[in-house]
């Protein structure tokens, strides 16, 4: 079972590139979300998209813009990355919006580890 | 956002032995999740509790979620070097169901 699969898992910027990250996820969820972790900061979300053709900004949006390309795919661009932006990325799904049940279960990438220098 | 402190930040301990981490908060939550990652790897879901005073045992993990709905605390019994990872919780708002993670307590079990 693939589950949530991201790319590139590394990635090095020099300051002022751009770049995408990829997500795809095979089991039918209709959310998807970009997280960002950095040490002793727990998990910020970045952006979500509820369900197909929606998207909206988390706690950390600035610098991030992203593109829900279909029911599978939640892409997360870069477009002038810095050093600020060096972290851990994370996409998720989940069958139902987190804000539709107090319940709900995030399913995880395995993360794409990003620097920029 | 809804401020979660875990406690401790970090924890080592000898094979065998027992430990609790905690997860504070002054909001309160509809409900509380608990997430172990591994190095590399993306969280992955261990339990979630709803109701205040509610006791969950997955195994040798028992998981309590505060009778005001403030707090959770993840208890191991004769804990394994698979036990080994970072544990995060994560709060669901009473309005909007958002999460919140707190930072993680990094557990390391030394056979």
């Known amino acids: 079972n693939a589950g949530v699969t991201q790319t590139p898992k590394f990635q090095v910027l020099k300051t002022g590139q751009s770049m995408t990250l990829q997500c795809a996820q095979d089991?039918?969820?209709?959310?998807m979300y970009w997280y960002r972790q950095d040490p002793g900061m727990g998990l910020r979300l970045i952006y979500y998209s509820a369900s197909e053709g929606t998207t909206d900004k988390g706690e950390v949006p600035n610098g991030y813009n992203v593109s829900r390309l279909n029911k599978r795919e939640f892409s997360l661009r870069l477009e002038s990355a810095a050093p600020s932006q060096t972290s851990v990325y994370f996409c998720?799904?989940?069958?139902?919006?987190?804000?539709?049940?107090?319940?709900?279960?995030?399913?995880f990438g395995e993360g794409s580890r990003l620097t920029v220098l | 956002t809804q401020l979660l402190e875990q406690s401790p930040q970090f924890l080592s301990i000898q094979e065998g032995e027992n430990l609790t981490v905690y997860c504070n908060s002054s909001?309160?939550?509809?409900?509380l999740q608990w997430y172990r990652q591994e190095p590399g790897e993306g969280p992955v879901l261990l339990v979630t509790?709803?109701?205040?005073?509610e006791v969950k045992k997955l195994k040798r993990l028992t998981f309590q979620f505060g009778d005001a709905r403030k707090d959770s605390s993840l208890h191991i019994t004769a804990a394994q070097p698979g036990d080994t990872g970072l544990y995060l919780c994560a709060g669901a708002g009473t309005n909007d169901y958002k999460l919140s993670f707190g930072a993680g307590t990094t557990v390391t079990v030394r056979a």
């Open positions: 509790v709803v109701t205040g005073g």
């Open positions: 089991m039918n969820h209709n959310s």
């Open positions: 909001s309160v939550f509809s409900s």
């Open positions: 998720a799904s989940s069958e139902f919006p987190l804000g539709y049940t107090n319940t709900g279960e995030l399913f």
